[in-house]
T-cell receptor, first 117, second 109 residues
Framework: GAVVSQHPSWVICKSGTSVKIECRSL??????MFWYRQFPKQSLMLMAT?????????EQGVEKDKFLINHASLTLSTLTVTSAHPEDSSFYIC?????????????FGPGTRLTVL | DAKTTQPNSMESNEEEPVHLPCNHS???????IHWYRQLPSQGPEYVIH???SNVNNRMASLAIAEDRKSSTLILHRATLRDAAVYYC??????????FGTGTRLQVFP
């Protein structure tokens, strides 16, 4: 199946710094990429939907100025957590889609574990 | 959005069949039923999806009730690698997945 990679797989940073997470579709072009966050023992929460060349659409309650999303190409989306604080520590997961779910499965990255000290 | 209800957790022994239920009494006529699973410390992966008829693939089977108010994901022979959280999600004209709480499946040797 199609592969989605994330980099880094884990990162530890100091409070107040910014962290960039990359999401790449390795062998296909994704029409849409999605970003999720997941706290321990909880479900995935959709943060935003990202399309190449356009502004991301954020879910209600997600601060767009804090979680900057850039979708530079059909194979690359980045999430930057700006001025990270300990409460931003979480598992961040991206996914890539080639179309409607009824025709196309969604492919997920392995996740990036962010720890903010 | 139509909601789904799943048991929080289920247990199975290795090599036994597992039936994971999902209730979706407010499902619309066009909603598909999608199943994804998430292995520990990994991103989710697709399992199966269907509309009305039962569906089979190499990973699992999906049995959909005639009134479509419920469905069951069937793992024919559970392995230790099947231990995961299984999510039942409804959707039609979208590429967006909204995850519920899912069912945590434990598989014992």
């Amino acid at each position: 199946g199609a592969v989605v990679s994330q980099h880094p797989s884990w990162v530890i940073c100091k409070s107040g710094t910014s962290v960039k997470i990359e999401c790449r579709s390795l062998d296909f072009q994704a029409t849409t990429m999605f970003w999720y966050r997941q706290f321990p023992k909880q479900s995935l929460m959709l943060m935003a939907t990202s399309n190449e060349g356009s502004k991301a659409t954020y879910e209600q309650g997600v601060e767009k100025d804090k979680f900057l999303i850039n979708h530079a190409s059909l194979t690359l989306s980045t999430l930057t957590v700006t001025s990270a604080h300990p409460e931003d520590s979480s598992f961040y997961i991206c996914s890539a889609s080639t179309g409607l779910l009824i025709y196309n499965e969604q492919f997920f990255g392995p996740g990036t574990r962010l720890t903010v000290l | 959005d139509a909601k789904t209800t799943q048991p929080n957790s289920m247990e199975s022994n290795e090599e036994e069949p597992v039936h994971l239920p999902c209730n979706h009494s407010t499902i619309s006529g066009t909603d598909y039923i999608h199943w994804y699973r998430q292995l520990p410390s990994q991103g989710p992966e697709y399992v199966i999806h269907g509309l009305t008829s039962n569906v089979n693939n190499r990973m699992a089977s999906l049995a959909i009730a005639e009134d479509r108010k419920s469905s069951t994901l069937i793992l024919h022979r559970a392995t230790l690698r099947d231990a995961a959280v299984y999510y039942c999600i409804l959707g039609y004209n979208t590429d967006k997945l909204i995850f519920g709480t899912g069912t945590r499946l434990q598989v014992f040797p």
